[in-house]
């Protein structure tokens, strides 16, 4: 396997980072350059943010988020599942829209009120 190539998304720095096979890490200015490599290499994880559907007449459309990172292969999946979703009550932001999304420990929550008069 050839080794790959990574910009860093942990800090501002943005260190160039080269991986192995063996996970061994070059081009690290910090441990989290390592880490972000790392699980790069072995399982790619990123944070969701979408819309799900509302019943409200003003705001069609919430504003959602994962509460923590998903792995990168179930982002797809995640967005099919919430494509058939509908809010139908008030929320507030953080409040959770789906527990546990595709059998996980991630949540979906609202990263915006809603709230109907």
């Known amino acids: ?21 063996d ?3 070059d081009g690290n200015k910090c441990p989290r350059g390592k880490v972000y490599a790392t699980e ?7 944070i969701l943010t979408t819309t799900v559907k ?13 509460n923590k ?4 292969t179930l982002l797809f999946e995640a967005l099919e599942k919430l494509n058939h979703i509908t809010v139908k009550k ?18 979906i929550i609202a990263t915006k009120s809603l709230v109907r008069e």
Not at 1 to 21: A, F, R, S, W, Y
Not at 40 to 46: F, H, S, T, V
Not at 54 to 66: E, H
């Open 1 to 21: 396997m050839k080794d790959k190539q990574l910009i860093c998304i942990m800090c501002p720095v943005g260190c160039h980072l080269t991986i192995n096979e």
């Open 54 to 66: 509302t019943d409200s007449k003003d705001f069609p459309r919430l504003s959602v988020k994962t």
């Open 40 to 46: 790069e290499m072995i399982c790619p994880k990123r």
């Open 69 to 72: 990172p998903i792995e990168k």
């Open 90 to 107: 008030n929320v507030k932001i953080g409040d959770v829209i789906v527990k546990h999304i595709l059998n996980t420990d991630v949540d």
């Open 23 to 25: 996970l061994v890490v």
